[in-house]
Nanobody, 122 residues
Framework: DVQLVESGGGSVQAGGSLTLSCVATGIYRLYCWGWFRQPPGKQREFVGVVERSGRPTYGDSVKGRFTISKNSANNTLDLQILNLNTDDTAMYYC??????????????????WGQGTQVTVS
């Protein structure tokens, strides 16, 4: 079975940093692999994605503080968040698809999803 499992969430003070991880099992050579987040009471929004080539793309709201990195050897995808603020409080989801030829910011384009990991900033 294909599984995406996130970890690394928790409660953090504003100004701190956090690294979330997503492990993919049962599937390899994902074309697009990225992160979305859903703040309380709001719609899910695009955070960023890494193409198979390794090239990252980020949502406008997170540019500069968020870094996505892929470890192909371990089949993991990390999301590093610096200088956290309360607006970063959200459930963070890992998402992926085998389909190309481009990586979208639209959640409907992603086939596989994790259960999410909660990040709370106070």
């Amino acid at each position: 079975d294909v599984q995406l499992v996130e970890s690394g969430g928790g409660s953090v003070q504003a100004g701190g940093s956090l690294t979330l991880s997503c492990v993919a099992t049962g599937i390899y050579r994902l074309y697009c692999w990225g992160w979305f987040r859903q703040p309380p009471g709001k719609q899910r929004e695009f955070v960023g994605v890494v193409e198979r080539s390794g090239r990252p793309t980020y949502g406008d709201s997170v540019k500069g503080r968020f870094t996505i990195s892929k470890n192909s050897a371990n089949n993991t995808l990390d999301l590093q968040i610096l200088n956290l603020n309360t607006d970063d409080t959200a459930m963070y989801y890992c998402a992926a698809t085998l389909r190309g030829p481009y990586c979208s910011s639209v959640e409907g384009r992603y086939t596989f999803w994790g259960q999410g990991t909660q990040v709370t900033v106070s």
